[in-house]
């Protein structure tokens, strides 16, 4: 089974934003995007702006929504986006330098990974949540 994630889009659709999902669902196959005015109860959210001050990523609880900045580079945005959905299904820090869940995962530009530890977790959560 596989947790869907309603995107909603500040500004216009890029082809960049398109393939950083593209890229987030071939690192966690367990997840599906879809653009809509529905409701959804996960939401992730892009646009340009920052959402805090220096952020690149926020999760808000409450509202089980992600904001991410349309980052510039190759990999930066679909390491973000899966930055941010790891904390919405639970996930903290990771200090293995590699994994997306590390605090300073967005600074890099390489193909998003989550380490095996994150993935475990990852995907028994997106499972709980279905």
């Known amino acids: 089974m596989r947790r869907c994630l309603r995107v909603r889009i500040k500004g216009n659709c890029s082809e960049k934003l398109i393939s950083a999902l593209k890229i987030a669902s071939e690192v966690v196959p367990e997840l599906c995007f879809f653009f ?3 409701n959804s109860e996960y939401e992730l959210v892009v646009g340009k702006e920052e ?3 220096g952020a690149s990523g926020l999760f808000d609880i409450p509202r089980k929504t992600a904001y991410v900045v349309e980052l510039d580079g190759k ?3 679909s ?3 899966l930055h ?3 904390h919405m299904f639970g996930l903290s820090h ?3 330098r590699n994994c997306v869940m590390n605090e300073l995962s967005c600074l890099d530009d390489s193909y998003p ?3 095996h530890a994150c993935r475990s ?3 028994e959560e997106i499972a709980r949540s279905i």
């Open 84 to 86: 941010e959905i790891g």
């Open 121 to 123: 977790t990852l995907r």
């Open 36 to 38: 809509s005015d529905i």
């Open 94 to 96: 990771c200090k293995n």
């Open 79 to 81: 390491r973000a986006i």
């Open 113 to 115: 990974e989550l380490c």
């Open 75 to 77: 990999y930066r945005l």
């Open 51 to 53: 959402p805090l001050k």
